[in-house]
């Protein structure tokens, strides 16, 4: 084969960058799910397992002791689940759809929560929730990308005051120097991603722990299963396993509740930014993993690669080339406000 009809054929194999990094993402994701399946299947079945057997020997000793078929003990089982998605529970529990339940259960639907403790049991409330949270959740996710651009404003602005402080004291500005024209000597100062990234997390871990340290004595969970809780919550993933201010009555009732909706509503805000700042360094990781695959395919790109590497090789016309070709300003690495763009997937 000549080496033009080699090259020709490695240039078809090439696929858009944007398609390039789609394709490797959704490898990445199948890969990721399948080692959490792999995870969470090794660490939970034999649980799962015990506990099948425990509940099998309890229902066998209902059975005998109290002389009931285990097919009617079943039927009845089968009418308490109904129950249960009705919100009906054995122990004694804050009504589900006086005003305050309800607004709490449309606080889950439009953040995208969903705990599943309360779910609409009408057609009239079905259809109306298909509606209510189209609008709402769409409302909600312009709300928190508004938030991230608040936090990206104040750290800009913040991390510039810093700087012109420093330089100042380094200097370089002198004390009467005007704000309007110090501020013109830093117009490119941005906050970078990582930096973002760093103090989202820390706000995060930081909400975390004060929420579960109210959660712990006020709904009686272990501070572990409180750290669990905030985070399906922050998160939006909602499991329904655990869910706070469910209880008939509390201490101080009205502030719990307040507190509680404080935390959730902070807590969402700060893990919805910090997932979008997290998927643009993915974005950077894949975009540097398509640079390395690139041409893999190709040894000759590969013999070209090696001879541009080489420290004092020089290629014919490169002289030439680099006098007529203007310079290109460099890059430090990505700033939050090249890739806010990116930050807004849909959920």
């Known amino acids: 084969m000549m080496p033009?009809?080699?090259l020709q054929?490695?240039?078809s194999l090439h696929i858009n960058e944007d398609n390039g990094r789609f394709l490797?993402?959704?490898?990445?994701i199948v890969l990721y799910l399948l080692c959490g399946a792999a995870v969470f299947s090794a660490i939970e079945r034999p649980s799962e397992v015990q506990a099948h057997g425990r509940w099998n020997r309890t229902l066998y000793n209902f059975s005998e002791t109290f002389n009931i078929s285990l097919q009617d003990l079943n039927s009845f089982l089968r009418d308490y689940e109904a129950a249960i998605a009705t919100g009906i529970r054995a122990d004694s529990?804050?009504?589900?759809?006086?005003?305050?339940?309800?607004f709490y259960f449309v606080g889950t639907v439009v953040s995208t929560i969903g705990f599943g403790m309360t779910t609409p049991a009408t057609v009239a409330g079905k259809v109306f929730l298909i509606f209510?949270?189209?609008l709402g959740c769409a409302g909600t996710i312009l709300f928190f990308n508004l938030f991230l651009e608040r936090i990206i404003t104040l750290l800009a602005v913040v991390m510039r005051a810093v700087q012109e402080r420093r330089l100042r004291r380094s200097g370089l500005?002198?004390?009467g120097l005007r704000r309007d024209f110090a501020e013109s000597c830093l117009p490119g100062w941005k906050p970078s991603v990582y930096h973002v990234m760093l103090i989202l997390g820390?706000?995060?871990?930081?909400?975390?722990c004060c929420a579960s340290a109210m959660y712990t004595?006020?709904?009686g969970w272990a501070y572990m299963d409180s750290l669990y809780y905030c985070f399906v919550t922050f998160s939006t993933i909602g499991f329904g396993d655990l869910v706070s201010s469910q209880g008939a009555a509390y201490e101080n009732q009205g502030l719990y509740r307040l507190a509680n909706f404080l935390f959730i509503l902070s807590g969402v805000c700060c893990i919805y930014s910090l997932f979008n700042v997290i998927s643009i360094v993915i974005k950077q990781v894949l975009n540097w993993m398509l640079g390395k695959m690139n041409c893999l395919c190709c040894q000759r790109c590969h013999r070209a690669n090696a001879f541009l590497g080489r420290r004092n090789a020089i290629r014919p016309g490169a002289r030439v080339r680099q006098a007529r070709s203007p310079a290109r300003p460099t890059r430090t690495g990505p700033t939050i406000a090249t890739r806010t763009a990116a930050a807004s997937p849909a959920r």
């Open 4 to 6: 033009s009809q080699r």
């Open 9 to 11: 054929g490695c240039r």
């Open 24 to 28: 490797l993402l959704a490898i990445l």
């Open 93 to 102: 529990l804050r009504p589900r759809w006086d005003f305050t339940g309800a």
């Open 132 to 134: 209510y949270g189209m």
């Open 173 to 175: 500005f002198p004390p």
């Open 202 to 208: 820390l706000a995060s871990i930081v909400l975390s």
């Open 217 to 219: 004595p006020v709904e």
